[in-house]
């Protein structure tokens, strides 16, 4: 089983940026796929990054321009850079990993991390 753990999370102005990361260990196979989700208050949580082992990404049409998804597979670890960050963006942001798969679109399967929390003031 595959544990994520997040940091980064916290308090910035509009305007400024984040940069999150997650950690995973345990059983990671070789081919996956690695995202980030958020949730605010009352709304569902949405997919906002996600990014193959082969480097391939995908972004919310909210976050294109402004966030970046990265990963540095020899550590097992995924960021999300977030920057020209709005209060909109404000949630609850989970790790996710789904193994056995270069789908960007499909992570019907896998594992969360517990979720940091980004909240961005006006």
């Known amino acids: 089983q595959v544990q994520l753990v997040e940091s980064g999370g916290g308090l910035v102005q509009a305007g400024g940026s984040l940069r999150l990361s997650c950690a995973a260990s345990g059983s990671i196979s070789s081919t996956n796929v690695m995202a980030w989700y958020r949730q605010a208050p009352g709304k569902q949580r949405e997919l906002v990054a996600a990014?193959?082992?082969?480097?391939?990404?995908n972004y919310a049409d909210s976050v294109k321009g402004r966030f970046t998804i990265s990963r540095d597979n020899a550590k097992n670890t995924v960021y999300l850079q977030m920057n020209s960050l709005k209060p909109e963006d404000t949630a609850v942001y989970y790790c996710?990993?789904?193994?056995?798969?270069?789908?960007?679109?499909?992570?019907?399967?896998?594992?969360w991390g517990q979720g940091t929390q980004v909240t961005v003031s006006s």
């Open positions: 990014t193959t082992s082969r480097g391939s990404t």
């Open positions: 996710r990993v789904s193994p056995f798969s270069d789908d960007l679109r499909d992570l019907r399967f896998g594992s």
